[in-house]
């Protein structure tokens, strides 16, 4: 009995993992098709269901030595943000810059830089696995998302939280990405100011990024300037959760 529910497990593992290889070969062209979307839309709610069964709800991500840093972490996607406004704040060091916290929540705030810098913070050291295929361990420290949320008091109604960021795209829109509060409230989920010591650059989302250590890279949002909590994602964006998943990843990126 307890090798056939060894078995099963391991069978489900692999499902999982096979289904998230699936999506995210050629997931540029596919995204780009008339079926994909809807092939996504159940597959994402299969993977998501697997990975809630056979991982705990606050299952940690594994945590590094200092010995296993990489030498070199990689930047990923906008490194340079073609926005006036954040343009402005980085020449002063983020001096004036002020994340915003609102939306369905009971005390709507403003935290500067050095705000957050006092709030209880965490460290961790983590692997970055990104969809394009890369892995780099890097140390991160950052206050956790959950220290936020407690002080500002999300309603009964607020299921999800979404990052606003300063990077736009081609069109002008500004890049976006949201998690629900399983993640939110994770020990190791933080809003990051620090990297290997180091105060964090422009090119790796100063003033602040996300770290969500259990999801694939592009849900770590770079360049935060709001968050807002909300009970659906149907008016942000394209609808579907993040700039990415409106362009046809999944919404949920757990590894």
């Excluded at 991982?55 to 930047?75: C, G, L, N, Q």
């Excluded at 361990?137 to 999800?160: D, Q, T």
């Excluded at 809003?191 to 770590?220: S, T």
């Excluded at 300037?225 to 700039?243: F, H, K, P, T």
Aim: charged share 25%; hydrophobic share 40%.
């Amino acid at each position: 009995m307890i090798k056939k529910r060894i078995d099963r497990r391991r069978f489900m593992i692999r499902s999982a993992q096979a289904v998230g290889l699936m999506l995210l070969a050629g997931c540029d062209k596919l995204s780009r098709s008339e079926w994909f979307p809807g092939i996504l839309g159940s597959a994402e709610g299969l993977t998501r269901r697997v990975q809630r069964l056979i991982t705990p709800r606050k299952a940690m991500a594994r945590e590094y030595t200092e010995a296993d840093r990489s030498a070199v972490f990689p930047t990923n996607g906008n490194i340079d943000p073609n926005n006036p406004d954040y343009q402005v704040l980085a020449k002063n060091n983020f001096a004036d810059w002020k994340l915003t916290v609102s939306g369905l929540v009971e005390r709507p705030a403003e935290f500067s830089l050095s705000e957050l810098r006092r709030l209880p913070s965490r460290t961790q050291i983590t692997r970055h696995d990104c969809v394009e295929g890369w892995s780099a361990i890097a140390k991160w420290k950052g206050v956790p998302l959950s220290e936020l949320l407690n002080r500002v008091r999300p309603l009964p109604s607020a299921r999800y939280v979404v990052f606003h960021c300063a990077d736009p795209d081609e069109s002008g829109q500004n890049y976006y990405e949201s998690i629900d509060f399983d993640d939110a409230y994770h020990p190791q989920t933080l809003l990051a100011y620090a990297i290997n010591d180091q105060v964090l650059p422009i090119a790796h989302g100063a003033p602040i990024r996300l770290r969500l250590e259990r999801q694939l890279g592009y849900k770590m949002a770079k360049y935060i300037m709001r968050i807002e909590l909300v009970d659906n994602l149907v008016a942000i964006g394209g609808g579907n959760g993040g700039y990415w998943e409106d362009q046809g990843y999944e919404w949920y990126a757990g590894i």
